[in-house]
């Protein structure tokens, strides 16, 4: 097995098991935040959230420049190039928290705008103040040395860190809901704790990196500083629209309907995100590998391997998507009551949203690790600008639909046909147009697979809890079935179960060798 194959499997297996344990501690804390608290509070925290996402975009995408520079000199242990970058990134970041201190401020009295709400029953203006810290905590307390061990694919370090630090969290959490039943001192937790996981990561790195302390007088040369801010100013539009996909959602929702709805739509983001980052232990995994594949690889093979996590990302975020559309309804029936549940058709337009950004997250991906920021820099000003007009005017007609459905017209008529364009013309001298015709294949199966399970799980009508398991086994055993006819007899299916085989023989292989050790020293 290769060292990038083994670091990418390090990696994900240490962001499986960090998501699964984080994902079921949120819906835990969930549960007891409803409970305790209820949903306005819920729609407080969301709306706060979505804002400090847009104040966040004062970072430029510095993070994901500075990580592709690092690239090359990690696998060539260029320390002293290294040291260079990480001082500018240090820098860079100290500036960011002061900008986004500033932003915040400015924001502030604009609150009773924003919020359509009575919020009496709490100090809107305290709770923005602790919301306003972590955001800043999280660039002004080493945060930044984090992308050194992610460019150098050892994300799992970071990873088992946020391990212990997500379990204490979770747990002081609920107490604090159940013992102190107060909102103030949640939040102000989540603080404490941000800061603590930063610091101890930022500590492994000194140790595991210790030449990045020695002091360095030699500074980034103006060439490159120019060429580095175009691409920052690039990286800050791709960021900027994403966050406007997903970020503004609240803020308009709380704006045009209320807190109420606000704190309902989380709910079901907390399904998404949930599913999103059990999904993106994959991505996360992978994103250092696809940049030293790309810096070492020829195009050929790079572009193969683009299609086998291509029809990766269809299975994986189809088959999600079609769980969301099929049985989130019904999960929050028996998560926390019907009264929480918004409707079928939400759940249609938030699965296809989530397949949507599936996909773009693949093109990101590589776009990112190909180091293609100029390109198409101005698209995501027009995916902005559709966005927000679409979901302004249709909020008012069919509500939160149209938020929804915002979204996901910014994103068809920008991303999804602009991206691989880009990708394939830049990255791989070629043209998009079997990337186009697959993925609307792969599209329709989804669609199929979706409409399939829903309408057979639709018929059963039985109201009791072990039905939701059941339900969740036969849509999963249906999406297998139509997705092992339709699409496992391409060359990069064979190719992505093959290397599945390998790395779990290789696994096996191992666990044989190290008990027969063991055994032998006996």
């Not at 996901?408 to 186009?436: E, Q």
Request: charged share 15%; aromatic share 16%.
């Amino acid at each position: 097995m290769s060292s990038r194959t083994s670091y990418t499997l390090k990696n994900l297996i240490a962001n499986g098991i960090n998501v699964l344990l984080t994902v079921t501690l949120a819906f835990v804390v969930r549960t007891v935040f409803i409970n305790v608290l209820g949903k306005e509070y819920l729609g407080i925290t969301g709306l706060f959230n979505n804002i400090f996402s847009i104040l966040a975009l004062a970072e430029l995408g510095i993070g994901s420049a500075i990580a592709y520079k690092l690239y090359k000199p990690l696998a060539e242990h260029d320390h002293q190039r290294t040291r260079v970058l990480m001082k500018f990134y240090k820098k860079a970041y100290q500036i960011i928290s002061l900008v986004i201190l500033v932003l915040g401020l400015l924001t502030m009295p604009f609150l009773n705008f924003i919020i359509k709400d009575d919020v009496r029953f709490v100090n809107i203006y305290i709770v923005y103040a602790i919301f306003l810290f972590q955001s800043i905590s999280t660039y002004m307390f080493f945060a930044y040395k984090s992308t050194l061990i992610k460019a150098d694919q050892r994300e799992y370090v970071t990873v088992v860190i946020g391990y212990f630090v997500e379990i204490i969290s979770s747990i002081t959490q609920i107490i604090i809901l159940i013992v102190f039943e107060n909102y103030i001192t949640y939040i102000a937790s989540l603080i404490f704790f941000n800061i603590i996981k930063n610091i101890l990561i930022a500590r492994r790195v000194d140790k595991d990196y210790a030449y990045i302390k020695e002091k360095t007088t030699e500074t980034l040369p103006k060439k490159e500083l120019k060429e580095m801010f175009k691409d920052f100013r690039a990286l800050f539009l791709y960021k900027a629209n994403s966050v406007v996909l997903t970020a503004t959602d609240n803020i308009i929702i709380s704006t045009y309907i209320g807190l109420a709805t606000v704190g309902l739509y989380s709910n079901y983001l907390l399904i998404t995100t949930g599913l999103r980052r059990i999904i993106n232990t994959f991505y996360n995994a992978v994103k250092a590998s696809i940049g030293n594949l790309y810096a070492t690889s020829d195009k050929e093979h790079t572009y193969f391997i683009f299609r086998v996590i291509n029809i990766f990302t269809v299975i994986l975020f189809g088959g999600a998507s079609i769980g969301i559309y099929a049985l989130s309804n019904t999960f929050i029936h028996y998560w926390i009551g019907k009264h929480y549940i918004i409707s079928q058709t939400f759940s249609l337009l938030l699965a296809l949203e989530f397949y949507l950004k599936g996909l773009q997250l693949l093109l990101s991906q590589f776009r990112t690790s190909m180091g293609l920021f100029q390109q198409a820099k101005y698209r995501p000003i027009f995916s902005m600008i559709i966005n927000l007009v679409v979901s302004l005017i249709l909020v008012q007609y069919i509500g939160v639909y149209g938020v929804i459905i915002g979204t996901i017209i910014s994103s068809l008529s920008t991303y999804m046909w602009f991206d691989p364009i880009i990708i394939h013309k830049y990255g791989f001298n070629r043209k998009a147009t079997k990337y186009f015709i697959q993925n609307i294949y792969y599209l329709l199966i989804t669609f199929i697979a979706g409409y399939t399970s829903y309408y057979v799980i639709s018929l059963i009508t039985l109201e009791r809890y072990y039905i939701l398991f059941t339900k969740i086994i036969i849509c999963v055993v249906i999406t297998a079935i139509i997705y092992s006819v339709f699409l496992f007899r391409s060359r990069e299916a064979k190719y992505l179960l093959k290397i599945i085989k390998q790395i779990f023989t290789s696994k096996r292989k191992a666990f044989k060798e190290r008990r027969n050790l063991e055994e032998a020293n006996e």
